[in-house]
């Protein structure tokens, strides 16, 4: 029997799922699924020590016949820099000292892309249903730790190839004063007001303190972005409350962008830690506003499906498709 091993690296979980011969990556929901086993990025100290940690809960010995990896990084050949954590991950190393016969190495949104054809109504919350074009690109935003971007584009061959790219990187722009005091704010903080720095947990954190310093008021304890939404949902904390709806149209924005960028015409999926978590407390009107608020191409935009991705582990889903079918272009 083969066993393979696929794994999602992101600044801060780590998960495996082992799959054999006797399991097929289908969409969820699928019958039995094989567990999925979640270790913290900041309990170990590398990713090799990360999989013999694995290796001792799942009492798994003997060799893999391949390892693939979602990695929250720019994949550069055989490498990949692991964005947010002081991990530098090399294939060929990790065959070494993984026992493992393959590493594939993907970066992690792009692999959400690569899922993206086995995920099921079950597996999205539709916040625009629109008038898809299935042969048209699919784009993918995702913030959580990070800002993830990718797509999938159509081929001759009638498949899809995944884009791998930083565009959470680009960098930020603002549509009112008060977003040009806050990117301002981000810039002289940062050096650069990526898109990342306001649209990830830390992002989230660092817009509130950005308010803060506009308006000159005294700086409170520093709160977690899940801190800051619970007191945004709430009612709690109107400082919180106005983060969390700048980040929405940051994020509306953003998305917007990409979806012009990719001709994502066959609809824009929202990834990551936090979206899917707020459910609905996310501010749909306010993030489709803002998505299509792009002059004379609202009438494109509104005709682009935007879904929220709600299945629990979409980046191993996107790997196991890549190691069933052995090829980075779908068959």
């Keep these: 029997m083969t066993r393979s091993l696929a794994v999602d690296l992101g600044g801060t979980h780590i998960r495996f799922r082992l799959l054999g ?72 190393a990790i065959e070494r000292d993984c026992d493992a016969r393959r590493c594939l190495l993907v970066n992690d949104v792009t692999a959400v892309a690569w899922a993206l054809p086995s995920l099921v109504r079950e597996d999205l919350h539709t916040l625009a249903a629109g008038n898809p074009d299935d042969r048209a690109a699919k784009a993918v935003v995702a913030p959580g730790t990070g800002l993830g971007v990718s797509g999938l584009v159509a081929t001759q061959g009638g498949g899809f190839a995944a884009i791998e790219g930083e565009g959470g990187h680009r960098t930020l722009a603002a549509q009112n004063p008060r977003e040009w005091e806050i990117v301002a704010a981000l810039a002289e903080r940062f050096g650069h007001a990526s898109a990342e720095r306001a649209l990830s947990g830390p992002g989230i954190e660092a817009i509130r303190k950005a308010l803060e310093s506009i308006d000159g008021a005294r700086h409170g304890a520093d709160r977690s972005a899940a801190e800051i939404a619970r007191a945004a949902f709430t009612g709690a904390d109107p400082v919180a409350a106005e983060a969390i709806e700048t980040f929405t149209g940051f994020l509306g924005s953003v998305a917007g962008d990409l979806a012009l960028t990719l001709g994502a015409r066959g609809g824009v999926y929202i990834a990551g830690g936090i979206v899917p978590g707020w459910g609905e407390r996310f501010d749909a009107r306010r993030f489709l506003e803002r998505f299509r608020a792009k002059g004379r191409f609202r009438a494109y935009l509104s005709a682009i499906p935007v879904h929220v991705v709600t299945h629990p582990h979409p980046g191993l889903v996107g790997v196991e498709h890549l190691l069933s079918c052995g090829a980075t272009e779908t068959p």
Excluded: C, K, Y
Excluded at 49 to 59: F, K, L, M, P, S
């Design 21 to 92: 011969d006797d399991v097929s990556p289908a969409p969820a929901p699928a019958p039995a699924p094989p567990p999925v086993q979640v270790i913290d990025a900041s309990a170990v100290a590398s990713f090799e020590q990360a999989v013999e940690r694995w290796r001792e809960g799942a009492v798994m010995h003997g060799a893999l016949d391949a390892i693939a990896v979602a990695a929250a990084g720019p994949v550069a050949g055989d490498r990949v820099r692991i964005t947010n954590l002081d991990w530098t991950l090399d294939a060929r």
